[in-house]
């Protein structure tokens, strides 16, 4: 879509919102939401930063051109947005925002010199540092917050490497190559390459477990997700039928799998033993926006958990709404609004 360019599982179908709401926020009924959540806007410039036991906005800030992904570090201070930059002119940039004010903002912008095209972003244990792929470089660079600089570069060795996933121990990242159908293994502490492993063509969204033993993958050219093993290096499982696989998550237990596919507008929910699909959501074609990513679809894009893995957040570009949704009983908690093109989105436990 926009880089450099089965058993039978339970289905839900989630209409629009009424129109009365269309401003706000609207609830169903469910545990309560809190903490802070954010979602970039890449036509807008902005990112849109959502308290969540009100559903109010808490700030609309400023980014560099077309921003797409944004990262929260663990402690849930800071948030960091990748300027990745229009189709002619390759962003170069991140937007540094401070979350413990009463209002978030903007506290400065780092600039990435070489490196450009910054995209997929997660920070290492610790906060100080993040991980950062730049797609016209090979590249994740590692960047120090409190300098604002990069501070080491790890090469993937392969074409547009677009989004970066990290261990829960912080030890190895995997990033997805779209311009060569592999996922590049990392050693973070030793800021090295270690391999290569063929997927699928045009790989682009990635998840991988907790304890790093399975790399799920979606393939934008072929609709299917690849489950990768790194102790063998190969693939171990695929599973078919989507429309786009365009973004993937893994609770922190390691059980479940989120999928997001805006072609067929809905969210799906795997078994990550079994693979077999626990349930999904469907969102109707109404209440879209002309800029839809994809003509007819609210288009489910983005995806981001909690912590503890009982909350998930879906942005729904075709809407300009993000979801909150219950893992478990598969059902949608709240709406809320984010500006034009709404794409990632990232949680942080403080509340306002």
Not at 28 to 44: R, V
Not at 135 to 150: D, H
Not at 229 to 254: C, K, M, N
Request: glycine share 10%; net charge neutral; charged share 15%.
């Amino acid at each position: 879509m926009r880089y450099a360019a089965r058993l039978l599982a339970s289905t839900v179908v989630v209409g629009a919102f009424p129109l009365a709401h269309a401003a706000g926020v609207v609830r169903s009924q469910g545990p309560p939401l809190h903490g802070t959540l954010l979602a970039t806007n890449m036509n807008d410039n902005t990112v849109t930063v959502l308290d969540l036991a009100s559903g109010r906005t808490l700030a609309t800030l400023p980014t560099g051109a077309a921003p797409h992904e944004v990262a929260v570090s663990h402690d849930g201070r800071w948030a960091v947005v990748s300027n990745y930059g229009p189709a002619k002119q390759p962003g170069n940039s991140l937007t540094v925002i401070d979350l413990t004010q009463p209002v978030p903002a903007v506290v400065r912008t780092i600039g990435l010199g070489e490196y450009h095209r910054p995209h997929g972003s997660v920070f290492l244990p610790g906060d100080t540092t993040l991980l950062v792929t730049s797609e016209t470089s090979q590249a994740v660079v590692v960047v120090n917050l409190a300098r604002g600089t990069v501070s080491a570069k790890i090469p993937t060795t392969q074409r547009l490497s677009h989004m970066v996933v990290l261990t829960a121990d912080g030890h190895h990242a995997f990033t997805t190559n779209v311009g060569d159908g592999t996922i590049s293994e990392l050693d973070v502490s030793r800021h090295a390459f270690v391999r290569t492993i063929a997927v699928a063509p045009a790989v682009e969204g990635i998840a991988v477990s907790p304890a790093g033993d399975q790399v799920w993958v979606g393939s934008d050219k072929t609709k299917i997700v690849s489950i990768v093993t790194p102790a063998s290096g190969a693939v171990a499982h695929t599973i078919g039928g989507f429309g786009l696989p365009y973004r993937l998550a893994i609770t922190s237990d390691g059980k479940t799998a989120i999928i997001t596919d805006p072609a067929s507008a809905v969210v799906r929910f795997f078994n990550t033993a079994t693979r077999a699909e626990l349930g999904r959501l469907t969102f109707a074609a109404d209440s879209l926006v002309p800029t839809a990513e994809v003509p007819g679809s609210p288009c489910p894009e983005g995806v981001t958990l909690t912590p503890d893995g009982r909350t998930a957040f879906v942005t729904l570009q075709g809407r300009n709404r993000v979801v909150a949704i219950d893992v478990a009983s598969r059902t949608v908690l709240a709406t809320m609004p984010t500006g034009a093109w709404s794409d990632g989105v990232a949680y942080s436990a403080l509340a306002h």
